[in-house]
Every structure is written in structure tokens, then in C-alpha cells.
């Protein structure tokens, strides 16, 4: 009996010796841990980069709008919107995003032409998704006291007579990289205003005579 298990036993013996696949066993069992956490980190680079983009569209869109002296024009916002958009093409951002443009500027609602406050006094957008100003649409505190200023409890800005504000609104629909199992598709959203700079006359004109079709009020949506 012990002639007949000895080969067995001496094969168990070299078995448990041997570490040939041990570092292959190993890596075999660290690798869904490693394919995670690998999977994790390219999601939580693209949701930074997303985030930054789309504050990065916000800041330059106002900042940019502002700048414009003089008069300015439709065909100064199409030319704003369509290369603020532009810049958001490597995270989708025609298609899922939406850039809301508003002049902010005094109101005359009070006694005697007094400012009150502040109202919108254009407005345009573009991208095809579908949000609104959380200031309100175009005309907004025109003839009333009810938008005093634009921003949030202890950051707020609002214009001074005779000039304006740029205020830009940038909501963008988050596009996963790898799996929207990890963060889901949130709603990115930012702010940026500027005061405008050298330009005394705020209304928005057409010398281009553009056509209604092309002029982006906020009922346009193209990507």
C-alpha cells in the first residue's frame, strides 16, 4: 500500500513546492480589483475635465461678450455662441448642452423713471438641450422690483446705470467615459458674469440684417 500512494505522495510533495504560477494566480485574482479601480479613475478624470470644460465655456462666453465696444450685435453673438460651443466638441457639448446669454441691466420700473432694480434686457442661447435662465426669460424685471441682482447668497453682482452685465448660464448633461453605473449622467451647471467694457450703447442690434431663423433667441435649438 505504501509502494502504491508513494508516487502520489511524491507528486503532492513537488506540487506544493512548486510557485511557477504563483505570481499568475495572484494577478488573476487582483485583477477585477485593478480593472475597477483602473475603470474609476479614467471616469472620475473625465467628470473633472467635464466640469471644467463647461466653467471654462461660462467664464470665456461672458468674458468674451463683455469685451465687445461700442454697439453690439447679433452677429457678435452667433459668432460668441458658435465658438463657445466649438470648444466643448471633445465632451459632446452641442448635443447635451446649453449656453444661456443675458444682458442684466438697471430697471427705470420705480416713480419718475427711479431704478428698482434689474431686468433682462436680451437674451439669447444655444445647444439643443433643453434649459431655461434661472433669472428668467428675456424682459424679466422690466417693470418691477423682482430681479435685484444675479448670483449666489453672498456672491452676487449686478450692473450700474448706464452699463450692463454679461451673465452667462452653462448647463451641460455629463457623458460617462466608461459607464454611467459610476456617477450617472449629472447635471453640470455654471455661472460667470462680467461687467461690460466700453460700450454705452446696450441694445442688441441687426445691421446684418439676419433673418429670424438664424438670430438664437432661446426657442432655438441646433446642435
Not at 483602473?38 to 461678450?65: K, Q
Not at 423713471?113 to 424682459?139: E, F, L, M, P
Not at 466608461?178 to 458674469?193: L, Q
Not at 441694445?203 to 435649438?221: D, K, P, Q, V
Request: aromatic letters at 6%; one cysteine or more; charged letters at 15%.
Amino acid at each position: 500500500m505504501n509502494a502504491t500512494w508513494s508516487p502520489f505522495r511524491s507528486f503532492a510533495a513537488r506540487l506544493r513546492r512548486c510557485e511557477g504560477g504563483l505570481a499568475f494566480t495572484e494577478f488573476a485574482m487582483a485583477l477585477p480589483v485593478l480593472s475597477t479601480l483602473g475603470l474609476c479613475g479614467l471616469e472620475s478624470a473625465n467628470l473633472a475635465m467635464a466640469h471644467l470644460r463647461v466653467a471654462n465655456i461660462a467664464m470665456m462666453t461672458a468674458d468674451n461678450a463683455s469685451r465687445v465696444r461700442d454697439s453690439i450685435d447679433e452677429s457678435n453673438v452667433i459668432e460668441l455662441l458658435t465658438g463657445a460651443k466649438m470648444t466643448g466638441d471633445n465632451i459632446d457639448f452641442r448635443n447635451n448642452g446649453r449656453i444661456i446669454l443675458s444682458s442684466i441691466e438697471p430697471n427705470t420700473a420705480g416713480t419718475n423713471g427711479a431704478t428698482t432694480g434689474q431686468w433682462i434686457r436680451w437674451q439669447r442661447c444655444d445647444g439643443v438641450k433643453n434649459a431655461s435662465s434661472r433669472y428668467g426669460a428675456q424682459g424679466t424685471g422690466q417693470t418691477s422690483a423682482t430681479l435685484q441682482s444675479v448670483g449666489t447668497a453672498g456672491n452676487t453682482i449686478s450692473a450700474s446705470s448706464g452699463t450692463a452685465v454679461m451673465v452667462v448660464e452653462v448647463v451641460y448633461d455629463y457623458q460617462p467615459l466608461v459607464s454611467d453605473a459610476i456617477f450617472g449622467t449629472p447635471e453640470i451647471r455654471y455661472e460667470s458674469a462680467f461687467n461690460v467694457r466700453q460700450r454705452t450703447n446696450q441694445a442688441l442690434t441687426n445691421t446684418s440684417s439676419l433673418s429670424a431663423a438664424r438670430i438664437r433667441t432661446c426657442n432655438w435649438r441646433q446642435p
